[in-house]
């Protein structure tokens, strides 16, 4: 089955640079999180999945050619989030790291300590309503709002535009921190959530998802988990909020691209079969990878490409999506 969605946002416009780019990419680490989010060539990782995705992530990042990463964010102590950073720190330099915290009593939280400081970083605790650029994006702190003894309630969320469309990476948080955050009035509609705590029943609320009115969800999860994670109370809050449910364990790597007025999505489940069934199949493209962006070869805007960018592709849209190229706004290939 192809996975392949595209939706028209409608927000507050942002300006995205005329030849910007944004992806996210929700790397497959099982029952745990990591989000690569990529914006014309800035880049933040967003939690590192468990120990053991060390290597996976080391590797990703490799493929990826990320060398560094202008932020690492580590959403909360559990192991599930940070315990893979050290591979991160490993491949890449780091500019600022962000945490709740900066203590935690466990051997995954000092050596993510560790990895920092041999690269001369401290961990910086950013507040609630702090805000930052990722290249044309725009990323808000909303959470934590207060402290909690529960590191899940204590889990960064953030939101980021990035024109007319929006992310919402919510870390572990449970119904505690989304009441905390209604409470501080943030702006949360987002086109895309990134579900609390992979799923769990006590995240997700109904008054949280009613500000939020995801178009898209995405559950990082893994298959045959023994929490039950997703639960069928959140999935089906999820889905009489409409929104329309992406899984890691069903899907495995998932990668959002936006325009600035559209997100679309590839999945790996998605690719693996539409490169089967379009072997030997395919079109010409022209390539843009100073923007890393595909046209049609008949696009206006393929005149104006520095000729040191310009690049040509024979295959299909799928695949141009999987290595990171997004499409032409113009000729909508
Ligand atoms: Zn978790
Ligand atoms: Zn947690």
């Not at 639960?231 to 329309?244: F, I, K, V, Y």
């Not at 890393?292 to 206006?300: G, L, R, T, V, W």
Request: hydrophobic fraction near 35%.
């Amino acid at each position: 089955m192809l996975m392949l969605f595209t939706a028209a946002c409608v927000g507050p416009a942002a300006t995205p640079a005329a030849d910007g780019s944004f992806a996210v990419h929700f790397i497959d680490v099982g029952q745990a999180d990591a989000a690569l989010v990529v914006c014309d060539g800035q880049t933040m990782l967003i939690d590192g999945g468990n120990r053991e995705d060390s290597s996976l992530i080391y590797t990703y990042l490799k493929d990826e050619n990320v060398t560094h990463l202008d932020y690492v964010v580590a959403t909360h102590a559990h192991e599930d989030h940070i315990g893979g950073l050290p591979g991160a720190l490993n491949y890449a330099t780091v500019g600022t790291a962000l945490c709740s915290v900066t203590e935690y009593d466990s051997g995954v939280f000092e050596t993510f300590v560790e990895q920092l400081a041999k690269q001369g970083k401290q961990i910086q605790v950013p507040k609630a309503g702090d805000s930052f650029e990722l290249g044309s994006a725009k990323v808000q702190v909303v959470g934590p709002v207060r402290q909690s003894d529960d590191p899940n309630n204590m889990s960064l969320v953030l939101r980021i535009e990035y024109g007319e469309t929006s992310f919402l990476f919510t870390g572990d948080a449970e119904r505690e921190e989304e009441q905390n955050i209604l409470e501080a009035g943030f702006d949360l509609e987002s086109t895309v959530l990134k579900v609390g705590h992979h799923g769990s029943e006590n995240s997700t609320t109904y008054p949280f998802l009613r500000e939020v009115m995801p178009e898209y969800a995405v559950i990082s999860v893994g298959e045959g988990n023994s929490y039950g994670h997703p639960t069928p109370e959140s999935l089906s809050r999820l889905r009489d909020a409409g929104a329309t449910i992406l899984r890691t364990d069903e899907n495995g790597t998932i990668i959002c691209t936006s325009d600035g007025e559209t997100v679309s999505f590839v999945t790996e489940s998605g690719w693996a079969e539409e490169n089967q069934a379009q072997e030997g199949k395919g079109m010409e493209y022209v390539l843009n990878n100073g923007a890393n962006k595909f046209h049609d070869p008949d696009c206006e805007s393929v005149d104006t490409i520095k000729p040191q960018n310009l690049g040509s592709f024979f295959g299909t849209r799928e695949e141009l999506l999987a290595r990171g190229y997004s499409p032409c706004g113009n000729c909508k290939p």
